[in-house]
T-cell receptor, first 114, second 113 residues
Framework: DGGITQSPKYLFRKEGQNVTLSCEQN?????MYWYRQDPGQGLRLIYY???????QKGDIAEGYSVSREKKESFPLTVTSAQKNPTAFYLC?????????????FGDGTRLSIL | DQQVKQNSPSLSVQEGRISILNCDYT??????FLWYKKYPAEGPTFLIS?????DKNEDGRFTVFLNKSAKHLSLHIVPSQPGDSAVYFC????????????FGQGTRLTINP
């Protein structure tokens, strides 16, 4: 069964600590994305990647970093520079070159600050 | 600058009736529009989409209408069912190789028995 797996489902971070959120997909999609959702708001794009070893900043990249060493994996690191990291983080993937193909989402990771 | 807006935070509809969710956008470069449905603590699930070359797309109980001159789209659900209760997000994209989606704030739909 193809899909996107995000782990962990819940994550707690201490002040000044970096944390890494995992995202794995077995849909053979080239493009992967990270979004952040805050209460009462829509999803905002953090980073995206269209191909292995390449990624671009989205609208709110400050305080975050990513890597794309494998097609299946797109981990997101929330650094200590991110001043308001408490949010629901969603990973998505899609086919490249076919604009009418929708993004598929994982079930998210909720990050909280201790 | 909110490029995609859903002005109704919530909507309550009687079971069996039509639900109409609305979405407005400002960027005339958007050429692809999608609706996603989201349950609490889960990721959004794709519902239906429409290309800017069309003004209507239908899939079962779900129909999306696009009015390009008004920069407005709407999602119609008929008949509404209790399982339709969720948050609905509209999203838009000006496809440039990657599908960079811009989302609205979401509308919480509640279907009453």
């Amino acid at each position: 069964d193809g899909g996107i797996t995000q782990s962990p489902k819940y994550l707690f971070r201490k002040e000044g600590q970096n944390v890494t959120l995992s995202c794995e997909q077995n849909l053979n999609h080239d493009a992967m994305y990270w979004y952040r959702q805050d209460p009462g708001q829509g999803l905002r794009l953090i980073y995206y990647s269209q191909i292995v070893n390449d990624f671009q900043k989205g609208d709110i990249a400050e305080g975050y970093s990513v890597s794309r060493e494998k097609k299946e994996s797109f981990p997101l690191t929330v650094t200590s520079a991110q001043k308001n990291p408490t949010a629901f983080y969603l990973c998505a993937s899609s086919i490249v070159g076919q604009p009418n193909q929708p993004q598929h989402f994982g079930d998210g990771t909720r990050l909280s600050i201790l | 600058d909110q490029q995609v807006k859903q002005n109704s935070p919530s909507l309550s509809v009687q079971e069996g009736r039509i639900s109409i969710l609305n979405c407005d956008y400002t960027n005339s470069m958007f050429d692809y529009f999608l609706w996603y449905k989201k349950y609490p603590a889960e990721g959004p699930t794709f519902l239906i989409s429409i290309s800017s070359i069309k003004d209507k797309n239908e899939d079962g109980r779900f129909t999306v209408f696009l009015n390009k001159s008004a920069k407005h789209l709407s999602l119609h659900i008929v008949p509404s069912q209790p399982g339709d209760s969720a948050v609905y997000f509209c999203a838009a994209s000006d496809y440039q190789g990657a599908q960079k989606l811009v989302f609205g704030q979401g509308t919480r739909l509640t279907i009453n028995p």
